[in-house]
């Protein structure tokens, strides 16, 4: 019973029902080209450095006067319309490397390469600044196989595929006779650890009561078959609805590396695009009594160089184009301006890529305190200068 021990161990748990704002953290892995997600139309030097990948200025879902959607994000537009979603053009990291695992490292875990890193990741350092708080087992939540670095530190955490992970596993096919024996044991317990693990095994019978039945997504929402990046939302939307506590969710979107062949309206890239949009549309949907209780952020760790590389596809670059959605995001703008200068080849950031306007740590700062309210950004990005953004109300 990995699942369950995993709830007693790492943390506290609420037995009944917690009504919180959850922030749901997507990370787009691989350096997403964002240029083409969100894309300068009204720019000449896009075209001039992307003879066969760009957007055409006529297919592109108009935003406004410089910017507009690569075709396959059209579902959002709606979003963007009613204020809920929100952009910042030219973000980034001080990493300079180029490589993916340390600008994820250094992204996942708040960190600069001007100060010593913070230790933990930075929504590990935020749900230990709440530990003094009523918290739940499942207030921090990884859709996948494996922790993410940004959950690094927190006081519980349970990594998941399905809500059906979190069961106890009895030889017998039956766990009332393991739920039983386990509920005597705590009860005779009088200490902390007894006091939790009642109310974890509280907790789990919600969550069998989920189990048991079959899921139907309100408001006819349909969430795309076939790919876990849906799947993961769902289980998120199950897990909101239910009100268990969760604080905070992480998932990834992965395969945005497109150095050959990245076409601008199909193959990999446009398929990633498309699964981001319907996904996130789906849960949209299925939420829509629900939108006060969650906010959005969609991250990756560097965008992609302006020009088009020689095998049609683009390499690392640096700035990129955050986005944050939710009711609580002051939204319909695209925030900082296009950064044209960063097309001179001696440019000291590395030669095409997109000039870095906003330090990633301003972002997720102005995000984490404007979602979740009641916390000093700062303690949870020491040594950050950290600035107003103008993103979130």
Known sequence: MPALTQ??????????????????????????????????????????????????????????????????????????????????QGVGTDSASGSHFECQDQMEHGDSEKAPSAGGGWLGRFLRSRADQSTSALSAVAIGTKL?????????????????????KAPSGDPAAVVGALRAMYGADVTLLGQRGLQTLDLFNRVS??????????????????????????????????RVGLEVACIDLAGWDTH???????????????????????????????????????????????????????DHGRGFCFMALGDKVKGGRILGNWPIGAMDETNPIGPGGIGITYDYRDVFAEVLAGAMGGIEAANIFPGANLKKMGLMG
């Open 209 to 242: 009561a989920m189990n048991n039945t079959s899921y139907t997504p309100a408001n006819g929402a349909e969430y795309p078959k076939g790919n876990s990046f849906a799947d993961g939302l769902r289980e998120l939307a199950r897990l909101i609805k239910a």
């Open 7 to 88: 709830l007693l161990v790492n943390g506290p748990a609420a037995a009944q029902a917690v009504s919180t704002h959850t922030l749901i953290c997507v990370f787009l892995r691989g350096g997403a080209d964002t240029m083409n997600l969100v894309v300068p139309y009204a720019d000449d030097h896009y075209y001039n450095a992307r003879p066969t990948l760009s957007i055409k200025a006529s297919t592109t879902v108009k935003l406004d006067a410089r910017y507009g959607f690569h075709p396959l994000l059209q579902p959002l537009e709606a979003a963007f319309k009613e204020a809920r979603l929100g952009m910042i």
């Open 260 to 314: 050959f062949f990245q076409n601008s309206t199909a193959g990999s890239f446009a398929s990633n695009a498309q699964k981001l949009a319907k996904g996130l549309v789906a849960f949209e949907t299925d939420l829509k009594q629900h939108r006060g209780d969650y906010t959005v952020m969609v991250t990756t760790e560097f965008g992609r160089r302006i020009y088009e590389n020689a095998s049609l596809g683009t």
């Open 148 to 168: 993410p670095e940004s959950l690094r530190g927190a006081p519980s955490v349970s990594v998941l595929e399905h809500i059906g992970d979190i069961a106890i």
